[in-house]
């Protein structure tokens, strides 16, 4: 007998165990609008032009080599992620008060940042939004933190809980960890404006609660990386610390690369090498040393200003066809007389829309429409397309009325 037989089968993650779920289901008109991947109108995953491109510039340079990276990454990819995301004239930048690593992707990011708050930082509570994305209270409870929530959501309105969640903010201990999407909440699709924003900074700066961004989303919610990086912006120009974690999961389409930076915004550049040195203390014994390959491909890109324009175009593209999904389904939906009002699907930001659509209403349109979606009504708009909104609409109008 194995001495794993006590082993009970965990539960499919509730992202990704829709995929899993897609896979299994013949139906010809299937639709995974589950995981928050770009599709293209035709309904496959794209490579970016410029990435390609990037990566033939690689291959092709001999003296590349395959050696480890050191501890914190590739220098030039860490230098150009702090500049794309706190703006080229930063002057936390040219004060050196920023310290970046580069991690695995988003996540890698969060829970590098994480583990390292665990162990150096005198508060130990994190407030997450209430909803979020569903790996952020695993990965903070895990890297010994103790997770809170703060209201975010009103499904009254479709819309922010802008008192609730000053309110629960203001009530937090002092000096608590507060987790902030950069833009494009997920899993709602909505943002505070930047009037609330002003608002968040001078309450979290009064109470001294820190600032963990999480920027999984930049350039996709807008289609402008500058606007989309709004937030962190105004936190960082007062002068005070944060925490950022970078993804160039979407807006580089780098998925299975896994590519990501943590930043730590610091008051002084002695403490952000301090800062650094404890890093690699969090990473050495977790994972070692980044990979090259996703790295390079954005540092080739960041670094030329033709490519980087290039991309600028290609991911403005992305952005637009995600809006452009937005308006045909909330007119597919006006067309068949759906009722209710649903005019947050063109009102709410990224790649989501937070339907408001219940986990029975979800389950039905799975079970007779064969669409894939997470259960608390999650749809990714990246997943649409213009053949496939119709069938959508003819879903959802079935499952209200
Ligand atoms: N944060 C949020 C809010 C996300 O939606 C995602 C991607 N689903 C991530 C972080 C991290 O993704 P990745 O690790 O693939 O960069």
């Not at 947050?344 to 007779?368: C, D, P, W, Y």
Request: charged fraction near 20%; proline fraction near 5%.
């Amino acid at each position: 007998d194995s001495v794993f037989s006590h082993v009970v089968r965990a539960p499919e993650d509730p992202i990704l165990g829709v995929t899993v779920a897609y896979n299994k289901d013949p139906s010809p008109v299937k639709l995974n609008l589950g995981v928050g991947a770009y599709r293209t109108e035709e309904g496959k995953p794209l490579v970016l032009n410029v990435v390609r491109k990037a990566e033939q510039m690689l291959v092709n340079d001999r003296s590349r080599v395959k050696e480890y990276l050191p501890i914190v990454g590739l220098a030039e990819f860490n230098k150009l992620s702090a500049k794309l995301i706190f703006g080229a004239d930063s002057p936390a930048i040219r004060e050196n008060r920023v310290t970046t690593v580069q991690c695995l992707s988003g996540t890698g990011s969060l829970r590098v940042g994480a583990e390292f708050l665990a162990r150096h930082y005198h508060q130990r509570s994190i407030y997450i939004p209430q909803p979020t994305w569903g790996n952020h209270p695993k990965i903070f409870t895990l890297s010994g933190l103790s997770v809170k929530t703060y209201r975010y959501y009103d499904p009254a309105t479709r819309g922010l809980n802008f008192q609730g969640l000053l309110e629960d903010l203001g009530s937090a201990p002092s000096g608590s960890i507060v987790l902030l999407h950069a833009c494009a909440h997920n899993p709602t699709g909505v943002d505070p404006t930047l009037e609330q924003w002003e608002q968040i900074r001078q309450l979290m700066r009064s109470k001294a609660l820190l600032p963990f961004f999480d920027s999984a989303y930049q350039g996709f919610a807008s289609g402008s990386l500058d606007a989309d990086a709004m937030s962190v912006r105004m936190f960082v120009a007062d002068g005070g610390e944060c925490f950022v974690a970078q993804s160039y999961a979407k807006n580089m389409g780098l998925y299975g690369e896994r590519v990501g930076a943590l930043s730590v915004v610091c008051k002084t550049a002695d403490v952000a090498s301090k800062v650094e040195s404890q890093l690699k203390l969090v990473i050495r014994p977790m994972f070692s040393n980044p990979p090259i390959h996703g790295a390079s491909i954005v540092a080739t890109i960041l670094k030329d200003r033709n490519m980087y324009n290039e991309w600028t175009i290609e991911l403005k593209a992305m952005a637009d066809r995600i809006i452009s999904m937005r308006q045909k389904l909330f007119d597919a939906l006006r067309a068949r007389g759906t009722p209710g009002d649903w005019s947050h699907i063109i009102k709410q930001i990224g790649m989501f829309t937070f339907t408001g659509l219940n986990s029975e209403q979800v389950a039905f349109m799975t079970r007779e429409y064969h669409i894939y979606m997470t259960s608390d009504g999650r749809i990714s708009m990246a997943g649409l397309s213009s053949k496939t909104v119709p069938h959508l609409a003819d879903a959802i109008h079935a499952a209200v009325t």
